[in-house]
T-cell receptor, first 107, second 114 residues
Framework: GQNIDQPTEMTATEGAIVQINCTYQ??????LFWYQQHAGEAPTFLSY??LDGLEEKGRFSSFLSRSKGYSYLLLKELQMKDSASYLC????????WGAGTKLIIKP | DTEVTQTPKHLVMGMTNKKSLKCEQH?????MYWYKQKAKKPPELMFV???????INESVPSRFSPECPNSSLLNLHLHALQPEDSALYLC?????????????FGPGTRLLVL
């Protein structure tokens, strides 16, 4: 079957670092996406990993381990505007979405 | 430019109304998607168009009728909706429908069915 899990909610402090994990189980896999979604708005693309390892894009980095069915999104130097939901989704003919992690940033 | 536009932003309709949601992109993408998203839930795929042909219909009720008039436009015609159809309707596009392609989302239409 297809299954993808991420924590429901996380809290972090402005200026700190936070890691949002995503685990999945699937027989077919063609990469993993991370999207950011502010409340009431559309998801915006953050990153795509298809090979194992770390992809860095400014303050955001994403990691993938295909053998472990595991990815994480790392956010550094947190800003208040980073308060949002973060959705991971793996691709297997179509995107299979996690339920999203609501990230709350406190001053 | 990775812009996908959607109109209207908000829509309130009765259960007997007929309305249409519109989506447009000018990135030359050949795949376009409709998703439905309820609060605090991930997007649910409804339809996929690839090269203006319907390629995926995720068992969506017939009261939702998609249309792709050309490669830049995607419509969703609504008729006889139910209150449980109230949701955020998202349009997305990607270069092709290959599952390694990044999908870019429009701002969504927030629909309320009374």
């Amino acid at each position: 079957g297809q299954n993808i899990d991420q924590p429901t909610e996380m809290t972090a402090t402005e200026g700190a670092i936070v890691q949002i994990n995503c685990t999945y189980q699937t027989s077919g896999f063609n990469g993993l996406f991370w999207y950011q979604q502010h409340a009431g708005e559309a998801p915006t693309f953050l990153s795509y990993n298809v090979l194992d390892g770390l992809e860095e894009k400014g303050r955001f980095s994403s990691f993938l381990s295909r053998s472990k069915g595991y990815s994480y999104l790392l956010l550094k130097e947190l800003q208040m505007k980073d308060s949002a939901s973060y959705l991971c989704a793996y691709s297997n003919y179509q995107l299979i979405w996690g339920a999203g992690t609501k990230l709350i940033i406190k001053p | 430019d990775t812009e996908v536009t959607q109109t209207p932003k908000h829509l309130v309709m009765g259960m007997t109304n007929k309305k249409s949601l519109k989506c447009e992109q000018h990135m030359g993408h050949r795949a376009m998607y409709w998703y439905k998203q309820k609060a605090k839930k991930p997007p649910e795929l409804m339809f996929v168009y690839s090269y203006e042909k319907l390629s995926i219909n995720e068992s969506v009720p017939s009261r939702f009728s998609p249309e792709c008039p050309n490669s830049s436009l995607l419509n969703l015609h609504l008729h006889a909706l139910q209150p449980e159809d109230s949701a955020l309707y998202l349009c997305a596009s990607s270069r092709t429908s290959g599952d390694q392609e990044t999908q870019y989302f429009g701002p969504g239409t927030r629909l309320l069915v009374l």
